[in-house]
């Protein structure tokens, strides 16, 4: 095979894939995922992301296209990152940025639940003040304290890993959290399975 047609052949390679990726699907939704690597999401129009998206470790995740909406459980941790290109991103806290703080107290449903061996819990601070997150078991007995300090406003997330305040292991069963934010109190159930 000549020279020119094994270019040819790569140019026709390449320009398909050009094509396949101005041609992406108009509209992206991204959940359920965990992201450890480096990714690359395209749509034509709107990418969504959660719920339940986390990008963790030395994942990197780009997004491209115009608009980028970032919802329930959206999750970077643990040196994760993320870049929007072509458009804004919505939904997420701007350092500095008033606009972009909760306009009140909201108290996620932890996730995954049920779960085993841990769970995360997210909440959200119109101000800064005092947070207090206790779990509970069914007899309403303290079992962890998880957090009990002053936060600034934001979006905030803990992890349960399933054990007392003794470091101890909990058995199976059904378990409440209590977030206590200034003069508010949310409680939610949540199942342990092992």
């Given at each position: 095979?000549?020279?020119?047609?094994?270019?040819?052949?790569?140019?026709?390679?390449?320009?398909?894939?050009?094509?396949?990726?101005?041609?992406?699907?108009?509209?992206?939704?991204?959940?359920?995922?965990?992201?450890t690597t480096t990714q690359t999401f395209n749509a034509?129009?709107?990418?969504?992301?959660?719920?339940?998206?986390?990008?963790?470790?030395?994942?990197?995740?780009?997004?491209?296209?115009?608009?980028?909406?970032?919802?329930?459980?959206?999750?970077?941790?643990?040196?994760?990152?993320?870049?929007?290109?072509?458009?804004?991103?919505?939904?997420?806290?701007?350092?500095?940025?008033?606009?972009?703080?909760?306009?009140?107290?909201?108290?996620?449903?932890?996730?995954?639940?049920?779960?085993?061996?841990?769970?995360?819990?997210?909440?959200?601070?119109?101000?800064?003040?005092?947070?207090?997150?206790?779990?509970?078991?069914v007899s309403g007995q303290a079992v962890k304290s998880?957090?009990?300090?002053?936060?600034?406003?934001?979006?905030?997330?803990?992890?349960?890993?399933?054990?007392?305040?003794?470091?101890?292991?909990?058995?199976?069963?059904?378990?409440?959290?209590?977030?206590?934010?200034?003069?508010?109190?949310?409680?939610?159930?949540?199942?342990?399975?092992?």
């Open positions: 095979m000549s020279i020119i047609k094994r270019l040819i052949g790569i140019i026709l390679i390449i320009t398909g894939f050009l094509i396949q990726q101005l041609h992406a699907q108009p509209n992206l939704v991204l959940e359920n995922m965990t992201i034509a129009s709107s990418i969504t992301a959660g719920p339940n998206f986390t990008i963790t470790g030395s994942g990197n995740v780009t997004f491209g296209t115009p608009n980028v909406d970032l919802i329930g459980n959206f999750v970077i941790e643990s040196g994760g990152q993320f870049t929007v290109l072509n458009g804004p991103a919505t939904g997420i806290e701007t350092a500095g940025d008033p606009a972009a703080l909760p306009t009140e107290l909201s108290v996620g449903q932890n996730y995954p639940n049920p779960f085993n061996p841990a769970t995360r819990i997210r909440y959200a601070l119109p101000r800064s003040e005092k947070v207090e997150v206790v779990v509970y078991d998880l957090i009990s300090q002053h936060q600034p406003a934001g979006y905030h997330t803990l992890t349960w890993d399933g054990k007392n305040d003794a470091g101890n292991k909990v058995s199976s069963g059904l378990y409440y959290y209590r977030v206590v934010a200034g003069k508010h109190t949310v409680i939610k159930k949540m199942i342990l399975l092992r």
